[in-house]
DNA sequence: GTAAAAACTTGCAACAGCTGCAAAATTAAC
DNA sequence: GTTAATTTTGCAGCTGTTGCAAGTTTTTAC
């Protein structure tokens, strides 16, 4: 080798990595502009300078550039999960990693991120792929949950997960779709773990007849 | 008219049930004998005794024709919800629906249930469907919830929605992969609901912290 | 430094899902 | 029985997606 510049990363990789931001940036950008379905492969291609053809050998669908960077986030959260001081609890650390990942979220400014919720809210298709996926983190989540916890039955950490991941969600939505400041988003969600963590039945109001005569 | 025979539906109607009806086994039987990729919209036309276009003026994607019935199971779901007789809490409305809904599940035999559930394994778009389904669905059961305790808050009332079918899912799911028989899955449902009404902290392996140095 | 090998890009052709449109067939209404 | 409304159908066309066979670029070996 010659002078191994640009830290351990061969000519090869480097390329391929400008090509794939500029194939996703370019993505991203017409289809905040003209909107998803209005926006063709062939358009992506020539915004991002390679063929059309080549769009395929960086993704596998049209719907998956949307996603482009979610897989770094992902790596994120993977670390803060290791990054377990002992003697935490399992529920602590729940607790800490979501609220880590939302301060983290909430600081980045991701120009794309914005963006991306909007297509998603806007496209079935983007939103049921997004779903796809919080679905398949669920499953690394419960393996890392039994893991952490050998004394805890397989099938109560599957259920532990998904009602948290579920509960989650259903705040994050929420305060989404009712234009909540990130503020009001971070107490939410703690509302939320409170709520998971003392039960449904710590709520009066689940345990109460409703009044449901009418006059 | 007539005779106003076949209970009050005119030959129209009638006639556009039994090809929707049609197109749906004929597209299942397909799925399940060949595979779903390997099924064409002209194929499943061909076996409906239909013309290919008119696939599409029954459901709006070769996606969709694999959740036809649905509807109908939302439909009973929603009725079990109406039939809540006065004192009864939310919290055993919830257990009493989800009961007897795996109840008429199990008791129906469908035996396009087990072919749907086997494609939507197989299928990353089919499953993404699905949770797409599920999500829409969230969203009535959080309305009704609100409608039933006003005294809830809907942010709140969102994350018990959201948490409770989440961690059913998984309890299902989990079931699922792992072979049980259907009166194994009841009991898991039974600890799951268990788990989320007691709380998280009710487990012991969630609030003891694990050994975790190595040897 | 050059030549061979490996990896990546590209163009081409083709298939399948899906849509709009207008003609043909069917059902309903009078 | 005639007319109006609705449904089915065929057609033409676009887009996403894939396989294949060049052509180009980077890497590796000498």
């Known amino acids: 080798m010659h002078h191994d510049a640009a830290g351990s990363l061969g000519l090869r990789e480097r390329k391929k990595r400008r090509t794939r931001q500029a194939i996703a940036a370019a993505a991203l950008r017409l289809f905040a502009e003209r909107g998803f379905d209005e926006t063709t492969i062939a358009d992506i291609a020539a915004a991002a300078e390679v063929a ?3 769009f395929f050998s960086y993704f596998p669908s049209k719907e998956d550039v949307v996603f482009a960077e979610i897989d770094d986030r992902l790596a994120d959260v993977r670390e ?3 990054r ?3 003697g935490e609890t399992p529920l602590a650390t729940m607790r800490r ?3 880590e990942t939302m301060e983290a979220l909430a600081a980045e400014h991701g120009q794309f991120a914005a963006a991306r919720i909007k297509l998603m809210l ?4 983007l939103q049921a792929r997004a779903l796809q ?7 690394e989540l419960t393996e890392r949950l039994q893991t952490i916890c ?3 039955d ?3 950490a599957a259920v532990v997960v998904g009602a948290t991941v579920g509960g989650l969600q259903a705040a994050i939505m929420y305060c989404r779709t009712h234009g909540y400041e990130p503020a009001e988003l971070n107490a939410a969600l703690d509302r939320a773990l409170g709520i998971m963590e003392r039960g449904l039945a710590s709520l009066p109001a689940l345990t109460t007849a409703p009044e449901n005569g009418p006059a």
């Open 52 to 54: 059309p053809r080549t």
């Open 80 to 82: 803060r999960l290791d």
């Open 84 to 86: 377990r001081p002992p």
């Open 97 to 99: 990693v979501v609220l």
């Open 122 to 125: 806007e496209r079935p298709a």
């Open 133 to 139: 996926r919080l679905y398949d983190a669920e499953h």
């Open 150 to 152: 050998p004394a805890l």
């Open 154 to 156: 397989p099938s109560d």
